[in-house]
């Protein structure tokens, strides 16, 4: 690997440690559940290495501890990861040069952690020829880590059967608050939030954390019709600008021509 790659992916790892120190309960936690809610140790870590994303692996084992069917627990967990969706977007642009098995690999390690800290890479910067290994650095280090914490978690949880009860939960809500708070900076982007926040306080007693899933379509259906009707209203303003200034270079037009007549006029009086 050559250097300028090297110092990418060396780079991408270092700067996504924040969120994997944030994510070591996260993962510790889905570990320690997994086996009580029915999930064999072998399930579990098949889950953790071929499904690869914490909050719809959360869902899933606690609709599994409830006896509901698999065809419920993969339309949530889809719904629940249709954000990723939106990540994507984000970052098409930035990866359309690369192979397809690049876009794969990419696309199979894109998490909620691993966007933040790409799409800061992304932003504002020229130099992203060799970006992708930093991509492959913030993966590898969120990936490794989710794959060990599950583990621990597992090991831990025949160790101490009440660790569920410690409290740790509370860091995957200060995580994803870290990965929230640095994008609320427009309009669509509070209406979002907000709007998903009320619909899941109000909804949190349907069953099946259908709750879950009708806030997470609502905050994206409003954060989304803000973003058109601003972009609409933009080019609104926009084009009522370019016909006032074509109005006035018309009237200017008018007003130049005429004084030139007038002037021939004068000039052809005997």
Not at 8 to 17: D, H, L, R, S, W
Request: positive net charge.
């Amino acid at each position: 690997m050559p250097s300028s790659q090297f110092t990418e992916f060396f780079n991408g790892a270092k700067a996504t440690i924040p969120m994997v120190i944030g994510a070591i309960p996260f993962g510790i936690i889905f570990g320690t559940l997994a086996e009580p809610s029915g999930l064999s140790v072998w399930g579990a870590m098949a889950m953790s290495l071929f499904v690869y994303a914490g909050s719809s692996q959360f869902i899933a084992v606690g609709l599994l501890a409830t006896g509901v069917g698999p065809i419920i627990i993969i339309a949530t967990t889809f719904v629940v990861n249709l954000r990723h969706l939106l990540y994507a977007t984000a970052l098409v642009d930035k990866v359309i040069h690369l192979s397809q098995g690049w876009r794969a690999l990419l696309a199979f390690g894109l998490t909620d952690e691993s966007f933040t800290v790409v799409n800061s890479r992304y932003l504002g910067r020229t130099d992203t020829v060799h970006a992708h290994w930093f991509f492959l650095g913030s993966i590898v280090a969120m990936y490794s880590n989710w794959q060990f914490c599950t583990w621990l978690g597992i090991g831990l949880g025949e160790l101490f059967p009440n660790m569920t009860n410690w409290g740790l939960d509370f860091a995957m809500s200060v995580t994803f608050l870290g990965i929230i708070i640095p994008y609320l900076r427009n309009k669509p982007m509070w209406l979002a939030v907000i709007s998903a926040a009320a619909f899941a306080m109000v909804l949190q007693h349907l069953p099946n954390q259908l709750g879950l899933v009708i806030s997470a379509l609502a905050g994206i259906a409003i954060g989304y019709a803000s973003q058109q009707i601003e972009i609409r209203l933009r080019l609104h303003k926009a084009n009522s600008n370019v016909i006032k200034a074509t109005i006035a270079g018309t009237a200017s037009t008018r007003k130049i021509d005429a004084s030139s007549m007038n002037g021939n006029r004068e000039k052809a009086k005997p």
